[in-house]
């Protein structure tokens, strides 16, 4: 329980600018898009799953990541590699340190998970917890969002 707790405090340290000692540098974004733009690609996501759910975009310019590098980044990585423990170290807690580091936030009606747009402005999914990136949730992620809140 001490290591678990002491995972999630070394994380949430990185997260808000501590070094992380390993000399890897943070991914960083390859551009960003208007609001208009990324609203219209969330709201055709909400579409696609039947969803009514909230989206909140705190910025004007959205940022987008190349696929390809948030698939090898070490933020991924080093978040997956936390150890899991229900109710202290879980679902929430893996995607609020993805999204600091530089993952959006999704709940749906049974997860919390991360995703990000890519360089083509497509939609990826991110499960936090293994680092798995896919273009469609698995059943046990949910059917439906609840909210999405972006970077």
Known sequence: MKKAIGEILVAIGRALGGGTGSGEEGIEPCGTIDINTASSILL????????????????AEIKVYYRDEVESCFELKEVAAITYVAEVSDCDDFAAMLYGKFASL?????HSLSFFLDEDYTFWWIEPQTGN???TLEGWQGSAIRFLLMR
């Open 106 to 110: 999704c709940w749906t009606n049974l």
């Open 44 to 59: 055709d996501k909400l579409e696609e799953m039947g969803s009514e759910g909230e989206i909140y975009l705190p910025d």
């Open 133 to 135: 990136i896919s273009r």
